[in-house]
């Protein structure tokens, strides 16, 4: 069971990868039923997992084995290069990110990337900049009037498509 | 000839298959989505390439009462074009998402069109006379030299060959954030509502400039997010209820009477999930590809990945009917699942009288449901049955252990045939199935 639970969250997560590079953008709808189905299988595996290492605890000291260790590192990877994507919002963060991509090669380096989810990332400086930003854009994108009796109380701030929960399954990892 | 009676009792034959022959498909030829007017005189197909091709009905031909009419191609233009959003560096596909007809007032038909972001209002004209003989102007549109001009002549129309003419007559642009999965034209023909993953608008169908937001599930922080909207449709005869159907399985149906921003629903259509079909992919199959009213309104359909289910709108908790349309699918979800086909979003149609509704599945399979008489059939869209008049056979799969003779096993299907888009006609026993690039033509054995 946990060996599928393993396969599924692996097929999951590269799915989630090339999803990014679909032609016509990011399906909201396709990310967020990988994403549900990686959390599932993921739940599933670290319970096994959990149940495993509590058995086998005074046997040998846990040693991840290199399939999770690589499985640890494209989830990893998957949310800063998804970053680029999120230009309109956050112009700072992709360059970061980029640039870690380009400096950090070896596999503690990027262990110690910090970046799980966008608030934890989102330096004191920029928030001003951000939300200014926000505003323009989004303003700009909607060139059609849109009538609402309710007037902006369902947040069009972050109007990003690669906004859907795969940073939040990840974190956990 | 009826409104479309029992699946079962009637034969089909094959009439005609439109598109070309060949195996290797061309990306812009997969056809997107089909949909037949309000008369059925018209059948209306668009494809990825952005390109909306129109079928007419032949008036049909009295002295063969045998030879049933025939779809034509009757216009063929360019509906969207790949288009670049700058901003968000992303490429805007021109696929044809959805057709929706407008009912005729008067020559000129008129249908809305749409691909991920903009919607069209397109003009289909005929046009049959061209004014000939004018008094000022050559034949050809030159000018004639006003000294030569001796006589006054009026110009009289002439019949010329006829034309068909498509003009964009609206684009709504700039109403959609996320990718646009359903439009519906209104019973008051005065508004239509479009879907995108989030969020539901109403529009004008004469204003394109602004558009008013009825539905929006965005959360407030997108890490939230749960469900996102797969389908939406105006009631057939109330001009104030629509429903929308959810990733989760759910619908809503909501009654903008209730309130300007329809948030909260009216009726919410929900069956509990079935605990021992529970998998990892129990959410991706319970999302439900489409939902399409009956034609009386009473009743709705949803379709899932492996089921069917028709609701009494006066019935919230469960469906009344429920059909399986590939259930030997269940064991090999991990499989389709690997192969993207799990993602596939299959389309529904009801007959004209709404005792049969029809699906597609795999392998060029599509699946007659009769509600009435509680049975089913599988039938094949293939090039090996395409002689005139060729009545169709039913087709069986064989789910495990001996493969009967003409049976065929769930390993031999072929994933890479889908039919995804059918429609019926609303009145005959005419259907319209859409194989990859092909559409097929079945029509009632008339004996």
Known sequence: MDVEAKRIMALSISKLYSLRTQRGG???????LLSMTMRAARDIYHTAQ?????????????????????LMEISKDSPQTSTPKEVAMKPQEPKETLEDDKENRCASE??????????AV??????????????????????????RTNNGNSCRQAETLTAFPTNRAIVAC | MGAGGGGNDVQWCFSQVKGAIDDDVAE???????????????????????????????????????????YNVYSTFQSHEPEFDYLKSLEIEEKINKIRWLPQKNAAQFLLST??????????????????????????????????????RVPVFRPMDLMVEASPRRVFVNGHTYHINSISVNSDNETYLSADDLRINLWHLEITDRSFNVVDIKPANMEELTEVITAAEFHPHQC????????????????????????????????????SNRSFFSEIISSISDVKFSHNGRYMMTRDYLSVKIWDLNMENRPVETYQVHEYLRSKLCSLYENDCIFDKFECCWNGNDSVVMTGSYNNFFRMLDRSQRRDVTLEASRESCKARQVLKPRRVCAGGKRKKDEIS?????????????????????IAVATTNNLYIFQEKVN
């Open chain 2, 240 to 275: 104030n209820t629509f429903v929308y159907s959810s990733s989760k399985g759910t619908i809503r149906l909501c009654d903008m009477r209730a309130s300007a921003l329809c948030d909260k629903h009216s009726k919410l259509f929900e069956e509990p999930e079935d605990p």
């Open chain 1, 122 to 147: 989102e330096p004191d400086f920029l928030p001003l900049k951000e939300a200014k930003m926000d505003t323009d854009e989004e303003k700009q994108h909607l060139q059609g009037e849109v009538l």
């Open chain 2, 410 to 430: 769930v390993d031999s299907l072929d994933f890479n045939k889908k039919i995804l888009h059918t429609a019926w006609h609303p009145q005959e026993n005419i």
């Open chain 1, 110 to 119: 990027r262990h110690s990337r910090k970046r799980r989810c966008k608030t």
């Open chain 1, 26 to 32: 990011l399906s909201l709808h396709r990310g967020l």
């Open chain 2, 115 to 152: 691909n991920d972001k903009t919607i069209k209002l397109w003009k289909i004209s005929e046009r049959d006379k061209r004014p000939e003989g004018y008094n000022l102007k050559e034949e050809d549109g030159r000018y004639r030299d006003a000294a030569t001009i001796t006589t006054l």
């Open chain 2, 28 to 70: 812009a030829d997969i056809i997107s989505t089909v949909e037949f007017n309000h008369s059925g005189e018209l059948l209306a197909t668009g494809d990825k390439g952005g390109r909306v091709v129109i079928f007419q009905q032949e008036t049909e031909n009295k002295s063969q009462p045998q030879c049933r009419s025939e």
């Open chain 1, 50 to 70: 959990l149940l495993r290492d509590a058995e086998e605890e005074q046997v040998v000291p846990c040693v991840p084995d290199a399939a999770i260790e690589e």
